[in-house]
């Protein structure tokens, strides 16, 4: 019979192994994932990429150093990287991440994007847009690393927010050290979006 202790340890591995698959899935680079391993022995983590595999599917296990270096290899603490995999397990019974299609991951790398321009636009801080939203940073992060999708609530509150304290985006807007689009600018932009991508501007503009 497992001991408490030992029970924790296979779950944190779990959570581990839930994250990274899921960040493999959501990457769009050719041979990411062999590339990924060439990159850690590069590192010095010696890991080959039938047992990276064999951990991703389950049959077999990895250190917890070697899972710490994974995750730092990715840009994340290691706490971090279970964190993720805490999130995924709450988002799996409404959203099966790695069931995900095509057009929905477009959606929300569409969503990312548009974040990321109100934070230049109007130079707020990720904190900031966190605090916005009443959530952690990290878990503003992972969304933002699009890990976790956006929803259409948080799109609207960030908005809501913006609207309230800025200009509104059709007002001029002092310039930053990097040049701003112009209205013009912004409607040919619109022009060459795909259909997907105008729902998107269009549900954004509806909620502002």
Not at 51 to 56: R, Y
Not at 97 to 102: D, H, L, R, V, Y
């Amino acid at each position: 019979m497992k001991t408490d202790n030992e029970n924790h340890v296979e779950d944190i591995s779990e959570l581990f192994r839930l994250a990274l698959r899921h960040y493999i899935h959501m990457q769009t680079e050719k041979k990411f994932k062999s590339n990924l391993v060439k990159g850690l022995n590069d590192e010095g983590v010696k890991i080959s990429f039938s047992n990276f595999s064999n951990f991703l599917n389950k049959k077999t296990s990895l250190s917890e150093k070697k899972r710490a270096r994974i995750a730092h290899h990715l840009g994340f603490k290691y706490e971090e990287f279970i964190l993720l995999g805490r999130r995924l397990v709450e988002l799996k019974d409404a959203m099966p991440m790695e069931k995900i299609g095509t057009e929905a991951l477009y959606l929300n790398r569409s969503t990312v994007e548009i974040f990321k321009e109100i934070q230049k636009r109007y130079k707020l801080s990720g904190r900031d847009i966190s605090n916005f939203l009443n959530m952690d940073f990290i878990d503003y992060q992972f969304r933002l690393r699009n890990l976790i999708p956006f929803n259409f609530d948080e799109i609207a509150t960030v908005f809501e927010k913006v609207g309230k304290r800025y200009p509104d985006f059709n007002n001029p807007i002092k310039k930053s050290e990097a040049p701003q689009k112009s209205v013009s600018d912004v409607a040919e932009d619109i022009k060459k979006m795909s259909p997907l991508e105008k729902e998107v501007v269009k549900s954004l503009i509806e909620n502002e």
